[in-house]
């Protein structure tokens, strides 16, 4: 069983301010990693993937890696009160379960005026 | 338009009466899952299928079947439902197989069971 840990939250940021979304997996040899972003009552819908270690920026997103830590994380900057919602942390499976997903729990962001 | 198709989106019914969620995707996707999503729980793979007449259990594949006689259909069959089954339900797609595994997702069936 892969583990995929996320901070619990709920976390709650003013608006403008850099929200940090951490995530830590079990499993040395995960290749691919993925930020989900899920409203109340609806889909996951994908924000961010990331592949190597490093950075990697898209628009107000910047996804984490590092590997020798299996650590992935997550900045929003300028948080906005439309960024409110559940995040959620994914982890690629590999070898006879490649093709799997599996999903932390999720940490809910509340981003106020 | 790309999307991952589930019917019905909300579902009301009685404990044991059989019932079928369809999930239906046209990217031509190979891999595609059910998932559900319980508070406090996040998302649990239920089964899992690499291609046509492939498929494996997730990690809560009690009191559900599924089958892949087409690539792009995947029903997730309720035998015998019963209240622990109520949940939010998602099916979900990929090309999968190379790692590449970006999942899309459909729209979310409400199920519960009385």
């Known amino acids: 069983q892969k583990e995929v840990e996320q901070n619990s939250g709920p976390l709650s940021v003013p608006e403008g301010a850099i929200a940090s979304l951490n995530c830590t997996y079990s499993d040395r040899g995960s290749q691919s990693f993925f930020w989900y972003r899920q409203y109340s009552g609806k889909s996951p819908e994908l924000i961010m993937f990331?592949?190597?270690?490093g950075d990697k920026e898209d628009g107000r997103f910047t996804a984490q890696l590092n590997k020798a830590s299996q650590y992935v994380s997550l900045l929003i900057r300028d948080s906005q009160p439309s960024d409110s919602a559940t995040y959620l942390c994914a982890v690629s499976g590999r070898g006879s379960t490649l093709g799997r997903l599996y999903f932390g729990r999720g940490t809910q962001l509340t981003v106020w005026p | 338009e790309a999307q991952v198709t589930q019917n019905p989106r909300y579902l009301i019914t009685v404990t044991g009466k059989k019932l079928t969620v369809t999930c239906s995707q046209n990217m031509n996707h190979e891999y595609m899952s059910w998932y559900r999503q319980d508070p406090g729980l996040g998302l649990r793979q239920i089964y899992y299928?690499?291609?046509?007449?492939?498929?494996d259990k997730g990690d809560v594949p009690e009191g559900y079947k599924v089958s892949r006689k087409e690539k792009r259909n995947f029903p997730l069959i309720l035998e015998s439902p019963s209240p622990n089954q109520t949940s939010l339900y998602f099916c979900?797609?990929?090309?999968?197989?190379?790692?590449?595994?970006?999942?899309?997702f459909g729209a979310g069936t409400r199920l519960s069971v009385l």
């Open positions: 979900a797609s990929s090309f999968g197989g190379t790692g590449e595994t970006i999942q899309y």
């Open positions: 299928s690499m291609n046509v007449e492939v498929t």
């Open positions: 990331i592949y190597s270690n």
